[in-house]
């Protein structure tokens, strides 16, 4: 299946778009990049079934507890439907994360 290098790069805002998301704890601004019943797995819950849900049990104890949080885009993976009406992505991602009493891992 060949992708599109448009479809591509739509992909990759995507994730740009959540990361500035994340680096400013804009929880309001990540909504409308996710459907209403996603599913996600994550470091508080195994998994959360719903946006909604995602952001309370995940985002809100992650978002606000981690400093330079980037995506490896360059090493971006991507599925891209026949159609062009689905598409995945995959990236890793690295951050500073802080333990209670603040010391960084």
């Known amino acids: 299946m060949a992708e599109h290098d448009d ?3 739509l ?3 995507w994730f740009r778009t959540l990361q500035v998301c994340i680096q400013t704890v804009d929880f ?12 996600t797995f994550g470091t508080y819950a195994a998994f959360t079934i719903g946006r909604e849900a995602t952001e309370q049990e995940q985002w809100r104890h992650v978002w606000g507890c981690i400093d330079r949080f980037r ?11 026949g159609d062009r009406l689905t598409a995945v992505g995959m990236s890793v991602f690295e951050s500073i994360g802080y333990t209670e009493d603040g010391r960084a891992f």
């Not at 409308?32 to 599913?39: E, G, M």
């Not at 995506?71 to 439907?81: A, E, M, Q, V, Y």
């Open 7 to 9: 479809d591509v790069a």
């Open 11 to 13: 992909v990759r805002r």
């Open 28 to 39: 309001a601004g990540s909504r409308p990049l996710f459907a209403d019943d996603l599913i």
């Open 71 to 81: 995506w490896h885009l360059d090493d971006l993976r991507t599925l891209i439907s």
